[in-house]
């Protein structure tokens, strides 16, 4: 390797990383803090000055770049054996169609029911880890399913007289949304079986990289700049490719193996929970007695789901 400024400042980044990756050994305090920080994604794309589709792009490919980068500087290859490509590239497929179907969601029915639906991969988790991996749920997470949906339903809430003309064509890009990001967790958790690494940043990093290239083609296709307006604009887009993307999907995705799929639909649930509140404190949205008790239910049927039965 080069002895150069820009190879130690990468090195020494890497090691940062990878000793709070390390420390946080416990796979649920993985998960739930992988929730956390992508839980600040929508406050990302709300203050930066670029469309959802761009602020997308940049996610992926900043994040990608990052954990190229990290790869490199650690000495590891992207030397997959072929059954972990195939998941690689089929967890990307899902992911660009979650984010593609998810932007398309919230123009049509609005931020509210177009951050509900997605959320219904809670079922879908639940049944792939009972069909594809025997999984069986024990009955404190079969009870913190409803109460977890019930309590998000309160807390973001959604008026159906409210609802656009193309409210149908939303509600089915919503649904699809939850499909799209249940086979992304699903595929991303296959890739790692193939794998003696416990952090799966190389499979993230290629993941990230063609999910870019979809949304890139994808923005250009609608007519839409690529180009970042100001400097303060590219530190959002390069603290929501870093944070949320980059150290929360490795989070979230090294949990995968490690705890049952029910679980995991679960508590990502925490993420549109924790949403809600950031945008009350940084956005001045202001609390009502309902969506308080939506946000409490929600954290309860995570605390829940995340006790081992005696």
């Known amino acids: 390797m080069p002895d150069s400024k820009a190879y130690r400042f990468c090195h020494q980044i890497n090691q940062i990383i990878m000793h709070f990756l390390q420390f946080l050994l416990n796979p649920r305090l993985r998960l739930f803090v992988g929730a956390f920080l992508i839980s600040f994604s929508p406050v990302f794309v709300s203050i930066v000055d670029v469309s959802p589709t761009v602020s997308g792009f940049y996610r992926v490919f900043i994040g990608g770049i990052v ?5 490199l500087v650690s000495g590891r290859r992207f030397n997959f054996v072929r059954a ?19 932007h398309r969601s919230v123009l049509y029915i609005g931020p509210g029911l177009g951050t509900l639906l997605p959320n219904m991969q809670v ?5 792939a880890g009972i069909l594809m991996y025997k999984e069986r749920p024990n009955n404190k997470q079969i009870m913190a399913v409803p109460i977890a949906v019930i309590g998000l339903i309160l807390a973001i809430g959604f008026d ?3 609802l656009k003309p193309n409210s149908q064509i939303g509600i089915i890009f919503g649904l699809l949304t939850a499909i799209s990001y249940t086979g992304y967790l699903l595929f991303m958790r296959q890739a790692q079986v193939h794998t003696s690494y416990s952090m799966p940043i190389r499979e993230i990093a290629v993941t990230s990289l063609m999910v870019s290239v979809f949304l890139g083609f994808s923005a250009i296709y609608e007519g839409e700049s690529l180009m970042i307006p100001s400097s303060y604009d590219f530190l959002i887009l390069l603290s929501y490719g870093v944070a949320s993307h980059a150290i929360g999907g ?15 639909g679960i508590a990502l649930l925490l993420q549109p929970s924790l ?8 956005f ?7 969506e308080s008790l ?7 049927a995570i605390y829940l789901s995340s006790k081992r039965t005696v």
């Open 67 to 71: 954990l190229t980068l990290l790869v």
């Open 84 to 102: 972990a490509w195939v998941a690689i590239i089929a967890s990307a497929t899902f992911f660009a169609a979650d984010l593609w179907f998810w």
């Open 123 to 127: 079922f879908f988790m639940m049944a």
């Open 160 to 162: 159906w007289s409210a």
């Open 250 to 264: 490795i989070l979230i995705a090294s949990a995968l193996v490690k705890v049952n799929a029910a679980e995991v």
């Open 275 to 282: 949403s809600y509140i950031w945008e009350a404190l940084f």
């Open 284 to 290: 001045q949205k202001s609390f009502i007695l309902v």
């Open 294 to 300: 939506g946000i409490i239910m929600v954290l309860f």
